[in-house]
Nanobody, 119 residues
């Protein structure tokens, strides 16, 4: 039983910044990998960033050097700091919890938060 809630999206100008937050509820959230997907109209869903329980991170090439993912295990919360935003970053951003149980992994999704980058 995992619930995921994103917040922090909005409208920003190119070059601006936003910080997305993702609060997860459930047992042992701190043990699981978490991440952010994004989906833009007419485009393939893209895995933007992930962070492990040990805070090892991975980023899509399209955001590397501009975005940073972090987590606060005491709050069961992950963050996505987005800097130097570009119009092509416009998408709905979804937080995910990757919950591994015995021999398989379940992926839990939030409702998404809209990020729009436009002048």
């Amino acid at each position: 039983q995992v619930q995921v809630v994103e917040s922090g999206g909005g409208l920003v100008q190119p070059g601006g910044s936003l910080r997305l937050s993702c609060a997860a509820s459930g047992s042992s959230i701190s043990l699981y990998r978490m991440g952010w997907y994004r989906q833009a109209p007419g485009k393939q869903r893209e895995l933007v960033a992930t962070i492990t329980s040990g805070r090892s991170t991975d980023y899509a090439d399209s955001v590397k050097g501009r975005f940073n993912i972090s987590r606060d295990n005491a709050k069961n919360t992950v963050y996505l700091q987005m800097n130097s935003l570009k119009p092509e970053d416009t998408a709905v951003y979804y937080c995910n919890v990757f919950r591994t149980m015995i021999a398989t992994t379940f992926i839990y999704w939030g409702q998404g938060t809209q990020v729009t980058v436009s002048s």
